[in-house]
Every structure is written in C-alpha cells, then in structure tokens.
C-alpha cells in the first residue's frame, strides 16, 4: 500500500540552528508532493509543494524542500531556525492526475528552543 | 477570496448521543471536500471525501457518516457517538483543477 514515512517525531533545536526533516514515499507513478505546518493553535496551512519542474522547491518563512526522485525523498529544510517555527510539520503525497486525496506521514513535532 | 469554515470549534456529546459538524466553503464553486480526522502522533486519517452534491466516498469503516446537501457544505455525523471517537476533526476543500487542500479551523471533539 502507498505509505509516507517521516522519520523524526519529535526535534528539539535551539535558534538559529539548521533543520531538515526527512520525508519518504512509497508510490511508484508520478506524484505531487507537499509539506504542511500547523502552529500551536492555528489552521494546517501549506508550507510549499511540488508537481514538476525544478526539484527545489521554496516556501513561505524560508523552508524549502528538494525532490529526489530516485530516493523517493522530499526533505523539508531551513538553514536557520527561529522559535516562531515551533510547530507541528506533516508530509503529504498524492498520484499526479488522481489527486483526489492525500496520503499524510504521521508528523513532526518540532520545538525551537530561544 | 475563498474561506472555510467549521463549527463548532469544540463539542462535549455523551456516549450514544448523536453528532452533526458542519463544514462550509465560500468563494469557491464545486470544490472537492474532506473530512479528516487528526489524532497526536498518528497524522491525519481521511474519513470521507466528496466531489460533488449528494457524492460521498467512505475511506474507513466507522461509526460516522458525511453528507454532501449543497454545493459548498459538508457535513459529519453519527447517529450514537462512542468514545473512540473524540479526536479533532478537520474539514478541507480542494479545487477539481489544483493539487493542494485548504484546511479549516477544525473541531475539537470529546466523547464521554
């Protein structure tokens, strides 16, 4: 069955720290993929997403995201994290042409310690 | 601009007491539409999705069911709620032509 596998559940960094956060996918096709945010107390909000193109792909506050297809891989990063980034980051993939629904890894709580 | 809305944003029901949660969209014409559920550490289940009036695919057997009575309102429901199914619920909508969904505040919802 087609999965999503982030592997950190939980990440502790302090300010100005680097991140990356790992992303897998199982599907075999083509496939459009996503990254999400929820900050404590707000809407699930779209962090940055890929369909085609170049494989680095840049969102909102900094975070950008590269597609490595041949890793099934699309890893989130920011070279310097600030506490505001305190939040909760999910993965999400969905077959490019049935993209009807949305397959979620199971989250990343991340803390930024000031 | 387009802008999703749920409510109530919490509900306290009683075991066996039935539920209704309503989810609407505005500035947006024959959106698809979600219901997930979010629990801590487990991600986000989707529960059923719609892709049009009167149109509902179930993903998981369970107590709830979902209805779809105009274009822009999605609404989740149980006839006698169980315990297990308290969590916090999230509605979103999709256009047919885009890939991203847009998630609305979402309801905390505690059986007891």
Redesign the interface.
């Known amino acids: 069955a087609q999965s999503v596998s982030q592997h950190n559940h939980h990440v502790i960094l302090s300010e100005a720290a680097s991140l990356e956060l790992g992303c897998n996918y199982s599907y075999g096709g083509t496939v459009n993929l996503f990254w999400y945010v929820q900050y404590p107390g707000q809407h699930l909000q779209l962090l940055l997403k890929y369909f085609s193109g170049d494989p680095l792909v840049k969102g909102i506050k900094g975070f950008e995201a590269e597609f490595i297809k041949s890793k099934f891989s699309f890893n989130l990063r920011k070279p310097s994290v600030q506490w505001s980034d305190t939040a909760e980051y999910f993965c999400a993939v969905t077959l490019a042409g049935n993209n009807r629904k949305l397959i979620w890894g199971l989250g990343t709580s991340l803390a930024v310690n000031p | 601009s387009q802008t999703i809305h749920q409510w109530p944003a919490t509900l306290v029901q009683p075991v066996g007491s039935p539920l209704s949660l309503e989810c609407t969209v505005e500035g947006t014409s024959n959106p698809?539409l979600y219901w997930y559920r979010q629990a801590a550490?487990?991600?986000?289940q989707?529960l059923f999705?719609s892709?049009g009036i009167g149109q509902i695919s179930s993903?998981v057997p369970q107590n709830l069911s979902a209805s779809r009575p105009q274009d822009r309102q999605f609404i989740l429901s149980s006839k006698k709620l169980l315990l297990s199914d308290s969590g916090f619920y999230?509605c979103?909508w999709?256009d047919k032509w885009g890939?991203?969904?847009?998630?609305?505040?979402?309801t905390r919802l505690t059986v007891l």
Do not use: I, S
């Open positions: 698809n550490g487990r991600g986000l989707l999705y892709v993903e999230l979103a999709r890939g991203e969904q847009f998630f609305g505040p979402g």
